[in-house]
């Protein structure tokens, strides 16, 4: 396996994404909601409910949860668009005639997925984390972010759920033929985080340092399992023939 | 350069490729025909490595088609032409060629020289900033071999490149692949195209699921029909007809005013035809003996073959 072809397949994926404004779209609307909307809630409603700031920690855990959420979403397009657009533009096959190997092509579609997305949501977070900061300080009297929940959230749990988008996006990918059923099949991939966050509200599960470790955990056992699946679907001799 | 012994490809209970066994030379343009479902991109694509072979064996320049580190040395000496372009149509003309130029692994001048003199000879260089999307089908094609030719590969491998296009646009590429003949590369080119075959290929091979014949044009063309008789007449009457019938004659044709009939030695043959003709009161305009075309070839071996 070479980084550098793989490296390749992305930057070709980065080129091609400069030209598909909903793959733009998609990167930037979620994070911009998130670092903007989240902060203006809290500021539009602790000037009207005095006891909201009493459950802010649990709140703002429960909204850092959202930007997990974000990253399970925004793969989703990219990876179908890289899969599927290539399926219908018909460009695997001269692809596939190269001497790169089905894992080389397979990471460079994942790096083309995960990479924006990483870049999106840190950088929402930050302005999340900096707009919530300023929007609660007042009433806390500190920062609350950054902190090590957060941390945990950004730098294990949130790459964890991208890794399992992409892959879900290329195993459904290789099953449908356009972007649009893609992303119909692809919204399957939040029934899982909306279950966790429905569990954390009805305090089934806390979303603190050891509920996203193990959060994680468990979403890292299911991005294994769907390596194998991914990689048994992503092989030339399949995607020639077998693949719609 | 290719040599097949024996290929075969089954997809299933379906057997797309029978026992194929060919050779072809280094620097030959090689003609592969067939109709459609007769197994040609199923062979080209064992040949590139991009699906396996059920049986046989195959080796593309020395390399083992089937051995995983052959397959990759396979890609890197082949460039292909698939049946459909597959260009990256977000994508530049240049920035696709300068995407397989990296990929093989070219230097930097390399790429550029190459995209450059191979844009310039595909009349594309003026397009290079354009994206491949806006291009015409011809315009793809031709980026498309272009692609294909980036790294200078020793084998181009070319499916159908004609297919679909407008005359002037296929005249092009024709011409291109002509070009390439020139510089002694060597060329596997699927086609239904039969004048096409003809003009540009020094040897063919006509598939229909098993090899049904290979050679020369011009042994091709010999090697199933003989010649065939064609007399004008003035005017085909019943008199005429009555001898014709008589004379039980090979295949024999009659279109309007015309009389066609297969010949194995037509200096012998056909006086006795014409003599019957003139004492059933035809006028004679004209005697012709043509040969058979690789059309007529062709058609026979795929129908005895379906």
């Not at chain 2, 050679?215 to 091709?220: H, K, R, S, V």
């Amino acid at each position: 396996m070479r980084l550098s072809k793989a490296w390749l397949v992305a930057s070709r994926d980065f080129k091609i994404f400069r030209h598909q404004k909903n793959i733009l779209y998609s990167i930037i609307v979620f994070p911009i909601l998130i670092s903007v909307l989240f902060p203006a809630i809290l500021e539009f409603a602790g000037q009207r409910s005095v006891g909201l700031f009493a459950a802010l920690p649990s709140l703002l855990n429960s909204f850092s949860f959202f930007i997990v959420i974000g990253a399970a979403y925004i793969p989703l397009g990219i990876a179908s668009y890289s899969i599927v657009g290539e399926k219908v533009e018909k460009s695997l096959e001269p692809l596939l005639a190269t001497p790169l190997t089905d894992g080389e092509i397979l990471l460079g579609k994942a790096i083309s997925a995960l990479l924006p997305t990483l870049a999106a949501m840190y950088a929402g977070a930050t302005f999340f984390m900096v707009g919530v900061d300023a929007a609660t300080f007042g009433r806390l009297g500190y920062n609350y972010f950054p902190n090590w929940t957060f941390a945990v959230l950004l730098l294990i749990l949130v790459p964890v759920a991208v890794v399992m988008s992409v892959l879900y996006s290329i195993i459904v990918s290789s099953r449908v033929n356009d972007v649009r059923s893609a992303n119909g099949y692809g919204i399957f991939i939040f029934l899982p985080f909306l279950a966790i966050y429905l569990a954390s509200e009805i305090h089934l599960i806390s979303l603190d340092i050891t509920g996203l470790l193990i959060i994680a955990g468990v979403l890292a056992a299911i991005d294994i399992a769907l390596y194998f699946v991914g990689t048994a679907a992503f092989q030339r001799e399949e995607i020639l023939t077998k693949w719609k | 350069m290719i040599d097949t012994e024996n290929l075969t490809k089954k997809f299933g209970n379906l057997t797309a490729v029978d026992s194929l066994t060919l050779h072809v030379n280094d620097g030959e343009v090689f003609g592969f025909l067939g109709p459609n479902g007769a197994g040609k991109t199923t062979t080209v694509r064992m040949l590139c490595c991009l699906i396996s072979k059920t049986s046989g064996n195959a080796t593309v320049g020395g390399f083992q088609i089937g051995n995983k580190e052959d397959s990759l040395k396979i890609r890197k000496i082949i460039g292909l032409v698939p049946d459909n372009v597959g260009l990256s149509e977000n994508l530049t003309a240049y920035d696709n060629l300068d995407f397989y130029g990296k990929i093989y692994d070219c230097s930097t001048t390399q790429r550029k020289e190459n995209i450059q003199r191979f844009l310039d000879m595909l009349g594309l260089w003026d397009k290079r900033n354009v994206l491949a999307g806006t291009f015409s089908k011809g315009m793809k094609q031709k980026l498309a071999i272009a692609r294909a030719l980036i790294h200078e590969p020793e084998i181009l491998f070319m499916d159908e490149p004609t297919a679909n296009l407008d005359p002037e646009s296929a005249k092009t590429v024709r011409e291109f692949i002509l070009e390439l003949k020139k510089q002694k590369k060597t060329i596997f080119l699927n086609t239904h195209n039969l004048d096409e075959a003809q003009r540009i290929c020094d040897r063919i091979a006509i598939l229909n699921t098993k090899l049904r014949a290979i050679g020369t044009p011009e042994e091709l063309e010999r090697s199933v029909s003989g010649k065939r008789t064609v007399i004008t007449l003035e005017q085909v009457n019943d008199a005429v007809l009555n001898a014709l019938k008589k004379l039980s004659l090979r295949n024999l044709t009659v279109d309007g005013n015309k009389i066609t009939f297969d010949v194995v030695d037509p200096d012998k043959e056909n006086s006795p035809v014409v003599e019957a003709l003139v004492l059933a009161g035809g006028h004679v305009r004209a005697i012709n003996v043509v040969g058979s075309t690789l059309e007529d070839t062709y058609l026979k071996l795929v129908r005895e073959s379906t």
